[in-house]
């Protein structure tokens, strides 16, 4: 069996939530992101082993992490995306790109990918993210030592 058709209004949707998704991690504006995770979000990150919810996702992996790196983005020419048949959920991954700075504040390639599953409750309708899975590229250093500013 092979994954089924995606039409190209569902994989441009997908696409554009990553990219949303991306710039604001890469203005660490937390806020505007809370709106795109559902409020029992399941999620597993390199700081934590598993959370199950947007409170302590935010708490406990992006506010670890975001403020550290710099030039956050999707690399959407490696999306892949699976489609439920009424369409309304959805998985998502992606390679995305990052700059980590050591503690010298020399900077090196900060690579990795993310698989996100979202939902919808209506075809056209915003995605949400009920569950995401963020992690380096293997043999990337984990610890990165920036420290810009929330977008507030």
Known sequence: ????????EDRRSVGEWFQVWGDRVAAVNFKAVRDMF???????????EMVTSRE???????????????????D???????????????????????TGIHKDGSKFERNGRATVILQRPSIGAPWVCNHSHVSLKPGTPGMSHGHRPEHV
Do not use: N
């Open 1 to 8: 069996m092979k994954r089924l058709p995606v039409a190209d």
């Open 76 to 98: 959407l020419s490696t999306l892949e995306v699976v489609m439920s048949p009424d369409r309304l959920m959805a998985m998502g991954a992606s390679i995305f790109r990052s």
């Open 56 to 74: 302590a996702l935010e708490r406990d992996q992006w506010r670890a992490i975001w403020p550290s790196i710099e030039d956050y983005l999707y």
């Open 38 to 48: 559902t409020e029992d979000a399941i999620a597993f990150g390199s700081k934590v």
